[in-house]
């Protein structure tokens, strides 16, 4: 299972709308709408439980193409994916300091923010995640300050039962996620992959 410091999972879609469909198609549970990032992207959320949830992220179909950066990975995938997860430490610039004396460089802090769809600003503090396409198991951090996080604005829902990574190489991710103090099932497989299996209405659902 995950860390219990687990802040959100990343599921990459090339089509957002399209993606959000499928998902609410799969798992009986419309998205919300969650907002617009600079960069070109936007995301819709479902509820994993108080303190946790699933972004589904993808081209903001009301973006200027011309800013769309960030976007133009997301559409270059060939099908959805589950690209990556955050954790939310107690305090993100010791868990960088601690991650660094132990040997990972979790990447340095660095302010974001998006607006929702109604036009409230929300804004955090997070490490590296340069490539949201990209298929990473080892999660950045990030800091909702004295920002709601997203998951307690009630947001249609559904159970995590499990999540996990596939490595080649699983005992040179579990020492990275040591270094960086956090709790993951990591397997051996031939290729580097998420998996996250959600209880839903329509029954078990599998992320990957």
Known sequence: MSDPRLDHLLYAVPDLLAGVAEFAGRAGVT?????SHPGGTAN???GLGPSAYLEIIGPDPAADPATRRRAAELELLDVPRLAGWAVHPADICAAVRAARER???PG???PMSRRTPDGTL???RLTRWDEPARVDPMPFLIDWGSTPHPAASGLPGVRLASFAAVHPEPAALRSRLAALGVEL??????VIALRAVLDTPLGPLTLS
Not at 31 to 35: E, T
Not at 185 to 190: C, F, N, S
Request: hydrophobic share 40%; no cysteine; charged share 25%.
């Open 44 to 46: 819709y959320l479902v």
């Open 103 to 105: 040997g990972y460089d």
């Open 31 to 35: 998205p919300a709408a969650g907002g």
């Open 108 to 110: 340095d802090v660095a």
């Open 185 to 190: 099932d990591v397997e051996e497989g031939p």
């Open 122 to 124: 929300l804004e955090w």
